[in-house]
Structures are given as C-alpha cells and as structure tokens.
Nanobody, 123 residues
Framework: QVQLVETGGDLVQAGHSLTLACAAS????????MGWFRQAPGKEREFVAA????????RYADSVKGRFAISRDNAKNTAWLQMDNLKPEDSAVYFC????????????????WGQGTQVTVSS
C-alpha cells in the first residue's frame, strides 16, 4: 500500500521560510519521480516543483523559481520542498505526488498523492 505523508505546513509571515517534507512508503522510492503541487481555495491545483528519480532533473513553476528548491534522499524515502521568501500568494494546500522515473509538470501524470499540508503566508 503506497502512502505519501506531507508535513511541515504552517502559518508564517511574508518573507519567511518553510520546509515541507514528503515521506513515502510502499513503493521503490529510487525509481519514483516526486512532485509538489498546490491548490488555493477556488483555484485549480497547480504545479510547483518536481524532481526525477535520480535527482538529476528538477523542474519549477515560474512563480517559484529562485525561491523554492526541491530535493530528495532516496535512502530516507523522503522528498523536501524548501520555500524561501514566501509571499501571501503562496498560501495553499501543498500536495506531494509520485510517478515512475521522470519528473512531470502535469498533475494527471502522477499516480499517487498525499493528503496535503496547509501553508498560510500572512502579509
């Protein structure tokens, strides 16, 4: 049974940082690409960042480039999303997702999803 569990969401002030973690179980983590998506109230789920199985390729949404960084440790079956210089428009529920091998920016490409963690950025 595949499980993805996100942690690290919080209420922070604009300009501050947060690190989200996604712990995976029930799959061969070293063959899995990991993605982060977010969904704000009344909006569609949008791509944030993704990393391929080897961490050789990382992709970012334009809105977070230079502020967010995705990483992974295959020995710990965990992926992280480091978020710096947070803005109020970054407020959303953040989801991690998994698919085989190659990173994708498309939500429907991902097979497995976590339950989400809330990030709220106050101005």
């Amino acid at each position: 049974q595949v499980q993805l569990v996100e942690t690290g969401g919080d209420l922070v002030q604009a300009g501050h940082s947060l690190t989200l973690a996604c712990a995976a179980s029930g799959l061969t983590f070293s063959t899995i690409a990991m993605g982060w998506f977010r969904q704000a109230p009344g909006k569609e789920r949008e791509f944030v960042a993704a990393v391929d199985w080897s961490a050789g390729i990382r992709r970012y949404a334009d809105s977070v480039k230079g502020r967010f960084a995705i990483s992974r440790d295959n020995a710990k079956n965990t992926a992280w999303l480091q978020m710096d210089n947070l803005k109020p428009e970054d407020s959303a529920v953040y989801f991690c997702a998994a698919k085989t091998y190659l990173a994708s920016t498309v939500a429907s490409d991902y097979e497995y999803w976590g339950q989400g963690t809330q990030v709220t950025v106050s101005s």
